[in-house]
């Protein structure tokens, strides 16, 4: 499974954006330390991970047009959801970043 890492940081009470990408966790772990939400301080975000390509959705249609129902299908291009890894919850210390497995 091919993909790559991003650090998302809030960037106000409604959005988040994408910092950073990298392409192992270590490297994506290391550079937390200097990312931060708009209402923390560094070593704050979530990391995820997108894996590479699409995924295609059928979708089946109905309409009624002048009394006349109509079937038919759809394929709805879609990127591969992406999938959580941890979020940084600020500096130990020792300036280390304190990860937790809870999303939110």
């Avoid at 979530?46 to 129902?69: C, M, N, P, S, W």
């Avoid at 394929?75 to 990860?99: A, H, T, Y």
Wanted: aromatic content about 14%; proline content about 1%.
């Amino acid at each position: 499974m091919k993909g790559f890492y991003f650090i998302e940081n809030a960037t106000d009470e409604w959005r988040s954006s994408e910092t950073a990408y990298f392409s192992t966790l270590k490297e994506a772990k290391e550079a937390m330390k200097y990312c931060a939400d708009w209402f923390c301080g560094e070593g704050t975000g979530r990391i995820y991970y997108q894996e590479f390509g699409i995924d295609l959705k059928t979708t089946a249609i109905t309409t009624v047009e002048h009394g006349k129902v109509t079937e038919e299908t759809r394929k709805e291009l879609r990127r591969k959801p992406r999938k959580f890894i941890c979020r940084g919850k600020g500096l130990d210390e020792n300036g280390n970043v304190i990860f937790s497995e809870k999303e939110y």
